[in-house]
């Protein structure tokens, strides 16, 4: 019995085989955690790599730039198929400077921009304003010739380049100034693009102003006189046609207007006549039925019509061919005057016999 015992112990040895057997299976599908670093570890990490790199940088940046700058730059006057000229010992001189001992020395109206050099702006800035000063005062004594006769044509450069010493923009610059001697330089070469130029009997060089920049700088009332007297051919015939339209027009509204005021007076003066011969029979003969034609004239007229006599001659000759009215001279207060007096039948008369 105890030996059947005995014999049967070894079994649990089977489960701590088993048990060993799953442990390394799962460490197999599922590494611990103690392998892989933690947040911590993993930003240290980011951040001496980013440190390493910016230095790594920073040093090639500098041994490239002290590469760079530590070459000096060859001499202007060596020629191109020298043997210096051919190798890395030095840099080639820019354009609009001179290079001597390895040092660049930029042109007037250059500055040193790097390896390079620029023009410079307060320089090109001035140099235009002053072409623009000098172009206004030619163009504007050119215009002044060619409108009026009076002016210059044609001015020498040297009379602009020494009014150029007195202009204001000059004096910022001290005269003994390189930069002085260059800007007036620079004007006078901008000013020569546009300008005309001519050397005279004296061997001495004059500008003058373009003809058609000099259109623009004209007065007003030049560029007027000048158009009309070159369209005088047209604009003579058109004016005159004008002003013949504007007469025929007039002359037809004054006669259309005559016409029906001398209409209106007529009617006026038969209205009255009418209307006395009526007051007449009415008031048993206190009134007289006849008008004076004159005083008719003075009622019925307006003062500036009355300078005009041939408006009541009309209405006279209107009068006279009406059957209606009869004209006869009567003397009143020993002056003989003129009377009209209703014979036609009044409007009274009408209504009366259609009544009866």
Excluded at 85 to 93: A, G, Q, R
Excluded at 289 to 297: F, H
Excluded at 320 to 344: A, M, N, T
Aim: some cysteine; aromatic content about 8%; proline content about 4%.
């Amino acid at each position: 019995m105890s030996s059947s015992t005995k014999k049967k112990r070894p079994k649990p040895k089977s489960n701590a085989s088993s048990s060993s057997s799953s442990s390394s299976w799962n460490w197999m599908t599922e590494p611990p955690q103690s392998l892989f670093p933690s947040k911590r570890d993993l930003l240290r990490l980011i951040t001496v790599v980013a440190i390493a790199s910016s230095v790594a940088l920073t040093c090639n940046y500098l041994a490239n730039f002290l590469n760079s700058t530590s070459k000096p730059f060859c001499d202007s006057n060596l020629l191109l198929d020298s043997s210096q000229s051919l190798t890395d010992s030095c840099e080639p001189c820019p354009s609009n400077g001179e290079c001597h001992q390895g040092k660049l020395e930029c042109f007037h109206g250059y500055r040193k921009h790097g390896k390079l050099c620029v023009e410079d702006g307060d320089i090109n800035e001035t140099a235009g304003r002053l072409s623009r000063w000098v172009e206004n005062r030619l163009c504007t004594a050119y215009a002044q010739f060619l409108c009026y006769g009076t002016g210059s044509i044609w001015v020498e450069e040297n009379d602009i380049w020494n009014d150029l010493d007195g202009h204001e923009l000059m004096k910022i610059f001290e005269l003994d100034n390189p930069v002085y001697l260059y800007t007036k330089k620079r004007t006078m070469e901008t000013v020569g693009r546009y300008l005309e130029s001519r050397t005279n009997s004296y061997g001495m060089k004059e500008l003058k102003c373009p003809e058609l920049l000099a259109e623009h700088y004209k007065p007003l009332s030049c560029r007027i006189h000048q158009w009309v007297s070159t369209h005088a051919l047209i604009i003579v015939p058109v004016c005159s046609l004008l002003v013949g339209c504007l007469l025929l027009l007039w002359k037809v509204h004054r006669r259309r207007y005559f016409a029906i005021r001398v209409e209106e007076l007529y009617h006026q003066v038969c209205e009255i006549l009418e209307e006395n011969a009526l007051m007449s029979k009415s008031v048993n003969g206190e009134c007289e039925p006849w008008v004076v034609a004159s005083r008719l004239r003075d009622h019925l007229l307006l003062p500036k019509e009355r300078k005009d006599p041939v408006i009541w001659k009309k209405v006279e000759e209107l009068v006279q061919e009406d059957s209606r009215v009869d004209q006869y001279p009567k003397l009143l207060k020993g002056e003989s005057k003129v009377v009209w007096e209703w014979q036609g039948a009044s409007f009274g008369d009408k209504r009366l016999s259609r009544i009866m």
